[in-house]
């Protein structure tokens, strides 16, 4: 068996100094997340991050620029995530959208408000990835490329 990575995408998205997080329910616990998920087969990372969004939080995103790629190994598991984060802009949002399982809501927080909670953040990727986006980590979309 030939070992593999749990490979994901996150997106971020602020407006106002506030950044879109997804509150879930993983393990029992209430946590705050980016909208993020799992690439699925025969899809697009960026399609991946668009879907996820939508998905997780009912806001239609628009990818602008890849924040950072992350290889993050989950302790209590022992599983290993490679996630591909995104920022970009909310261009919609649709209230009746119904939400993946285990998404109890969202919520706009500045990134103190966000810094001070990472007790209930679901990983360190949440807090890291908003502080790249902040110190202007900024690489092209162009730098992902599907191959037919």
């Not at 285990?102 to 949440?126: H, Y």
């Amino acid at each position: 068996m030939i070992w593999k990575p749990h490979v994901t995408v996150a997106a971020v998205l602020e407006q106002d100094g506030r950044f879109l997080l997804v509150q879930e329910r993983v393990s029992g616990k209430s946590v705050y997340n980016q909208p993020a998920g799992h690439l699925e087969d025969n899809e697009s990372l960026i399609d991946a991050v668009i879907r996820e969004t939508r998905e997780e939080s009912g806001w239609q995103f628009e990818p602008e620029r890849i924040t950072g790629i992350y290889r993050w190994r989950q302790p209590e598991q022992q599983q290993t995530y490679l996630r591909v984060v995104f920022a970009g802009r909310g261009l919609a949002h649709d209230p009746a959208c119904t939400l993946d399982d285990g998404i109890e809501g969202t919520v706009w927080l500045t990134a103190e408000e966000i810094r001070r909670q990472t007790d209930r953040l679901r990983s360190p990727l949440v807090m890291r990835s908003i502080d790249d986006y902040l110190a202007g980590a900024d690489f092209p979309l162009t730098l992902l490329a599907d191959i037919d």
